[in-house]
């Protein structure tokens, strides 16, 4: 399989998704929203992998939304109604942050650069992210009085960091990220891939029935927890907050 803005290969039984807008530092514009999903169907399908490992190619791992045009950032032909607003965020945007955080096989986001706003919901949503160093990490876009939709933040750093981070709109590196919980792991970069594949390894030696198990285990905990309430709830307040200063 081949996609316009995303890479694939597998070997090991390790797939490796790799964002490949290395001149947008991976930026997701309407393409590659839309590869996203197709690059996730089709490594599920793919029985040669148990592990996914998810990066970027170039400078970046992601910078966010793309503001040239994206289906999050740029009004529908003929404006913005509410329909068209319902259909754009449940279908073209949230569908694709559960597609990720409910993916039957184990994830990785393996980080460098810029990791920001959406970017950052990418590795959130990864079971487990590691990120080098010198990594930059956040969601700048709060500055601009952007919501932000993504439930996770709170659920994983806690109320105080979490609005600290999101209210300022400042950005950390790997070392704080690692250190306060919004990432796994934090390496000097140059060890980066050597480490995201040790990883990627042990998980995909675990037979995929039992991997699934364990994962359908652990999101159920965050169910019962309020966090699929907590993405309802975000997904319809981004809604009302479009609609009034539309």
Same mark, same amino acid.
């Given at each position: 399989?081949?996609?316009? @803005?995303?890479?694939?290969?597998?070997?090991?039984?390790?797939?490796?998704?790799?964002?490949?807008?290395?001149?947008?530092?991976?930026?997701?514009?309407?393409?590659?929203?839309?590869?996203?999903? !197709?690059?996730?169907?089709?490594?599920?399908?793919?029985?040669?992998? $148990? !592990?996914?490992?998810?990066?970027?190619?170039?400078?970046?791992?992601?910078?966010?939304?793309?503001?040239?045009?994206?289906?999050?950032?740029?009004?529908?032909?003929?404006?913005?109604?509410?329909?068209?607003?319902?259909?754009? =965020?449940?279908?073209?945007?949230?569908?694709?942050?559960?597609?990720?955080?409910?993916?039957?096989? +184990?994830?990785? *986001?393996?980080?460098?650069?810029?990791?920001?706003?959406?970017?950052?919901?990418?590795?959130? /949503?990864?079971?487990?992210?590691? *990120?080098?160093?010198? !990594?930059?990490?956040?969601? +700048?876009?709060?500055?601009?009085?952007?919501?932000?939709?993504?439930?996770?933040?709170?659920?994983?750093?806690?109320?105080?960091?979490?609005?600290?981070? /999101?209210? @300022?709109? =400042?950005?950390?590196?790997?070392?704080? #990220?690692? %250190?306060?919980?919004?990432?796994?792991?934090?390496?000097?970069?140059?060890? /980066?891939?050597?480490?995201? $594949?040790?990883? *990627?390894? %042990? /998980?995909?030696?675990?037979?995929?029935? &039992? #991997?699934?198990?364990?994962?359908?285990?652990?999101? @159920?905990?965050?169910?019962?927890?309020?966090?699929?309430?907590?993405? @309802?709830?975000? &997904?319809?307040?981004?809604?009302?907050?479009?609609?009034?200063?539309?």
């Amino acid at each position: 399989m081949s996609f316009k @803005t995303i890479l694939y290969e597998s070997k090991n039984k390790i797939g490796y998704i790799t964002l490949n807008r290395p001149e947008k530092h991976n930026a997701m514009d309407y393409q590659m929203l839309d590869d996203l999903d !197709a690059v996730f169907d089709h490594a599920e399908a793919d029985k040669s992998v $148990n !592990a996914i490992v998810l990066k970027g190619n170039g400078k970046s791992f992601c910078s966010g939304y793309d503001l040239g045009g994206s289906y999050y950032t740029t009004a529908p032909e003929g404006g913005w109604t509410y329909r068209k607003l319902y259909d754009i =965020l449940e279908k073209k945007i949230y569908a694709k942050y559960l597609r990720l955080w409910k993916f039957p096989k +184990p994830t990785i *986001a393996q980080i460098h650069g810029h990791c920001l706003a959406a970017g950052c919901y990418l590795q959130l /949503l990864c079971d487990i992210s590691i *990120a080098a160093d010198n !990594a930059n990490l956040g969601h +700048p876009a709060t500055r601009g009085g952007f919501s932000t939709s993504m439930p996770l933040w709170q659920v994983y750093l806690g109320i105080k960091k979490a609005r600290y981070l /999101l209210m @300022t709109g =400042l950005t950390i590196n790997g070392k704080e #990220a690692e %250190r306060i919980g919004l990432v796994s792991l934090s390496v000097p970069e140059e060890e /980066l891939e050597e480490k995201v $594949n040790e990883i *990627a390894t %042990r /998980l995909a030696e675990v037979p995929p029935n &039992g #991997a699934l198990h364990g994962k359908i285990t652990l999101n @159920t905990a965050l169910e019962i927890m309020g966090v699929n309430t907590l993405f @309802t709830y975000h &997904g319809q307040r981004n809604k009302n907050v479009r609609m009034i200063f539309r």
